[in-house]
């Protein structure tokens, strides 16, 4: 069993800067892909980035790139999520998940967290 819990959420402005984290705990987080998935209201899960379990490669989404980077430090068991001139279509709750590398199908992760809310306003 693996325990993720994101943080860092919160209100910015669109234009503004925001960075998630997402802890774990429980079994070796290193033996783990994670990915950031988000979820607005009335829409599907969709995914965001994805970083494999070095923190050596990674994919995103067409809508984050140039704007998010995902990042990992396995002796703090942490992977981050920093995003960047943040639109208000950004605006969802944004959960972390562990399962297999680079996967950007929600259904192929083992582990969720709680989630954390980002809302960006004009």
């Known amino acids: 069993q693996v325990q993720l819990v994101e943080s860092g959420g919160g209100l910015v402005q669109a234009g503004g800067s925001l960075t998630l984290s997402c802890t774990a705990s429980g079994r070796p987080f290193s033996n783990y892909g994670v990915g950031w998935f988000r979820q607005a209201p009335g829409k599907e899960r969709e995914f965001v980035a994805g970083i494999n379990r070095s923190g050596g490669n990674t994919n995103d989404a067409d809508s984050v790139r140039g704007r998010f980077t995902i990042s990992r430090d396995n002796a703090k068991n942490t992977v981050y999520l920093q995003m960047t001139s943040l639109k208000l279509e950004d605006t969802a709750v944004y959960y972390c998940?562990?399962?297999?590398?680079?996967?950007?199908?929600?259904?192929?992760?083992?582990?969720w967290g709680q989630g954390t809310q980002v809302t960006v306003s004009s």
């Open positions: 998940a562990a399962g297999p590398p680079l996967s950007t199908v929600p259904q192929h992760y083992d582990y």
